[in-house]
T-cell receptor
Framework: DGGITQSPKYLFRKEGQNVTLSCEQN?????MYWYRQDPGQGLRLIYY???????QKGDIAEGYSVSREKKESFPLTVTSAQKNPTAFYLC??????????FGPGTRLTVL | AQKVTQAQTEISVVEKEDVTLDCVYE???????LFWYKQPPSGELVFLIR??????QNEISGRYSWNFQKSTSSFNFTITASQVVDSAVYFC??????????????FGGGTRVLVKP
């Protein structure tokens, strides 16, 4: 099936640990995005990548890092520098018509 | 800078009532795109509609309809004869032209719709 997969669905992290959230797509889309959603809030852009080996900071990039070594994959690392990482993380891809497709999300909780 | 405002944080209706969700946006771009997404309790965002700034025709898709008014910078969404399955959070979003760097989506804060049986 074509689509976007995110893993894990739920993730628990101890304070001071780095964790990596996976995002994989088989839609052959060039652009990929990471958003963060806090309870009762809209989505905010963390990082985006328009092509392989290139990525740009979004509005709230501090404490996060990404890589884009393959077209299909855009993993997000939440580092210990992110002071309040508990949130719902959504990965998205975009085709030429501007429509963004979203994955099922990863819910990260810091213990 | 782009901004999207959804003034209604939560709307509660009884099944079969109509419900209208407001969306007001700000942008300096003359070309832009507007979107509505639905987020059910599972969390995944479901695309509902995309509208470009050149097309001010209203659109209807089943029980859903959208009213785009460029003069008031609004892109409102109406659910006719609501059903319990319509209960979700609905997000309005704005995007720069597809040729713009990043072409990110700017989201409103969302409106939670609760449809009671």
């Amino acid at each position: 099936d074509g689509g976007i997969t995110q893993s894990p669905k739920y993730l628990f992290r101890k304070e001071g640990q780095n964790v990596t959230l996976s995002c994989e797509q088989n839609l052959n889309h060039d652009a990929m995005y990471w958003y963060r959603q806090d309870p009762g809030q809209g989505l905010r852009l963390i990082y985006y990548s328009q092509i392989v080996n290139d990525f740009q900071k979004g509005d709230i990039a501090e404490g996060y890092s990404v890589s884009r070594e393959k077209k299909e994959s855009f993993p997000l690392t939440v580092t210990s520098a992110q002071k309040n990482p508990t949130a719902f993380y959504l990965c998205a891809t975009k085709w030429l018509n501007n429509e963004q497709f979203f994955g099922p999300g990863t819910r990260l909780t810091v213990l | 800078a782009q901004k999207v405002t959804q003034a209604q944080t939560e709307i509660s209706v009884v099944e079969k009532e109509d419900v209208t969700l407001d969306c007001v946006y700000e942008t300096r771009d003359t070309t832009y795109y507007l979107f509505w997404y639905k987020q059910p309790p599972s969390g995944e965002l479901v695309f509902l509609i995309r509208r470009n700034s050149f097309d001010e025709q209203n659109e209807i898709s089943g029980r859903y309809s959208w009213n785009f008014q460029k003069s008031t910078s609004s892109f409102n969404f109406t659910i006719t004869a609501s059903q319990v399955v319509d209960s979700a959070v609905y997000f309005c979003a704005l995007s720069a032209p597809q040729w713009a760097a990043g072409n990110k989506l700017t989201f409103g804060g969302g409106t939670r719709v609760l449809v009671k049986p």
